[in-house]
Nanobody, 116 residues
Framework: QVSLVESGGGLVQAGGSLRLSCAVP????????MAWFRQTPGKQRELVGLIATSGRTTYADPVKGRFTISRDNAKNTVYLQMNNLKPEDTAVYYCNTVPLDPSRSWGQGTQVTVSS
């Protein structure tokens, strides 16, 4: 089963930046729009933003103007650049295809913690 591997999380102070990476198997990367999601305990996973194969991006309102998604087709990797981080951005961040494939498991995610 193909797997998605997120990395780059960590602890950062409010106002700081992090860049997350998601390694995607080549068999699915070139054919799919990719999205970042995040989840906090007790809450449903929410969409952060997505990038189409064309490179067009869409973002959820809470992160507009602060987060940027990009994709490197040569490396089969999608990135999430997060600037001006806020404590409410604290979550486990995941990547996945859009639309979701029910047969594909989520990756382990990467923890982002923003201290005030």
């Amino acid at each position: 089963q193909v797997s998605l591997v997120e990395s780059g999380g960590g602890l950062v102070q409010a106002g700081g930046s992090l860049r997350l990476s998601c390694a995607v198997p080549g068999s699915i990367f070139s054919k799919n729009s990719m999205a970042w999601f995040r989840q906090t305990p007790g809450k449903q996973r929410e969409l952060v933003g997505l990038i189409a194969t064309s490179g067009r991006t869409t973002y959820a309102d809470p992160v507009k103007g602060r987060f940027t998604i990009s994709r490197d087709n040569a490396k089969n990797t999608v990135y999430l650049q997060m600037n001006n981080l806020k404590p409410e951005d604290t979550a486990v961040y995941y990547c996945n295809t859009v639309p979701l494939d029910p047969s594909r498991s989520w990756g382990q995610g990467t923890q982002v913690t923003v201290s005030s």
